[in-house]
T-cell receptor, first 109, second 113 residues
Framework: GEDVEQSLFLSVREGDSSVINCTYT??????LYWYKQEPGAGLQLLTY?????DMKQDQRLTVLLNKKDKHLSLRIADTQTGDSAIYFC?????????FGTGTRLTIIP | GAGVSQTPSNKVTEKGKYVELRCDPI?????LYWYRQSLGQGPEFLIY????????DSGLPNDRFFAVRPEGSVSTLKIQRTERGDSAVYLC???????????FGSGTRLTVV
């Protein structure tokens, strides 16, 4: 089945850019999602990219997709305290959406 | 409806009891998914419906878990003889069709005591 890997933790200073990386194994993934989950809250769809795209920008968020290397990244510009959360990478593979372990983003004041 | 609705939002049950969790997908969405998220982990796939039929139930952990979607809209996840290890947030999601963009509900937090 699909395997999705992310680093568990990332700490960034307020105002800097955050880059969260993800690798996956299923090359048939069509949509690749990024979800945000704040403590005690549900999954919030942050952004997504379709597999025939290399990059997608949405305000402070930039998603990069390297399909050859099966590598996905999420860049958050001008990171704010409200960005503190767990971020999940979730490629939609041949049959289902598979989630990574999540990266806990901590903002340093 | 406007979003995926799950009821109840919280459920506390005693070990050994039977529970049902309900999911109302977005109107017109044919694909419906159930996931389970345990504390400190990412969501894990349980089962996927396309219309009324379970297209993939490979994630159901054992035969105590069962899900139905009799009319291709609302789905119910049923757990028999609940165990403390079943405590988790159960998430439902839907999409217009298979491989379309998936939208999640806010989940049902199940606590087995």
């Amino acid at each position: 089945g699909e395997d999705v890997e992310q680093s568990l933790f990332l700490s960034v200073r307020e105002g800097d850019s955050s880059v969260i990386n993800c690798t996956y194994t299923d090359s048939s993934s069509t949509y690749l999602y990024w979800y945000k989950q704040e403590p005690g809250a549900g999954l919030q769809l942050l952004t997504y990219i379709f597999s025939n795209m290399d990059m997608k920008q949405d305000q402070r968020l930039t998603v990069l997709l390297n399909k050859k290397d099966k590598h996905l990244s999420l860049r958050i510009a001008d990171t704010q305290t409200g960005d503190s959360a767990i971020y999940f990478c979730a490629p939609h593979g041949s049959e289902k959406l598979t989630f990574g372990t999540g990266t806990r983003l901590t903002i340093i004041p | 409806g406007a979003g995926v609705s799950q009821t109840p939002s919280n459920k506390v049950t005693e070990k050994g009891k039977y529970v049902e969790l309900r999911c109302d997908p977005i109107s017109g969405h044919t694909a419906l998914y159930w996931y389970r998220q345990s504390l400190g982990q990412g969501p894990e796939f349980l089962i996927y419906f396309q219309g009324t039929g379970a297209a993939d139930d490979s994630g159901l952990p054992n035969d105590r878990f069962f899900a139905v979607r009799p009319e291709g809209s609302v789905s119910t996840l049923k757990i028999q003889r609940t165990e403390r290890g079943d405590s988790a947030v159960y998430l439902c999601a839907s999409s217009l069709a298979f491989r379309d963009r998936i939208v999640f509900g806010s989940g049902t937090r199940l606590t087995v005591v």
